[in-house]
Nanobody, 123 residues
Framework: QVQLLESGGGLVQAGDSLRLSCAAS????????MGWFRQAPGKEREFVAT????????NYADSVKGRFTISRDNAKNTVYLQMNSLKPEDTAVYYC????????????????WGQGIQVTVSS
């Protein structure tokens, strides 16, 4: 029902910024809470940020709080992750995900996942 496609990743230096975008197909995008997750090499997938269906409520992992901002534009069927002050430890494959109902920090509760996009931060 929903296809997600991430874009905007790449290789940057520590302290730089990136904005990830996740474009969603379907006509019911506004009915889905959205989340960003990431997985670093050799580590488990971890929660990064979530946003409610209307965009009024957000939640962030402690490791990115104050540096990352999640937002969405329901008219464009797109969710964003603005990443500022990037650190080498932010290096990971970043995934956007969608779920019905309320947002969740648990990846297993999400219904749809994007392919993932690489973010590499050099020191």
């Amino acid at each position: 029902q929903v296809q997600l496609l991430e874009s905007g990743g790449g290789l940057v230096q520590a302290g730089d910024s990136l904005r990830l975008s996740c474009a969603a197909s379907g006509r019911t995008f506004s009915n889905y809470a959205m989340g960003w997750f990431r997985q670093a090499p050799g580590k488990e997938r971890e929660f990064v940020a979530t946003i409610s269906r209307g965009g009024s409520s957000t939640n962030y992992a402690d490791s990115v709080k104050g540096r990352f901002t999640i937002s969405r534009d329901n008219a464009k069927n797109t969710v964003y992750l603005q990443m500022n002050s990037l650190k080498p430890e932010d290096t990971a494959v970043y995934y956007c995900a969608a779920k019905t109902g309320l947002a969740s920090t648990y990846g297993v509760e999400y219904d749809y996942w994007g392919q993932g996009i690489q973010v590499t931060v050099s020191s």
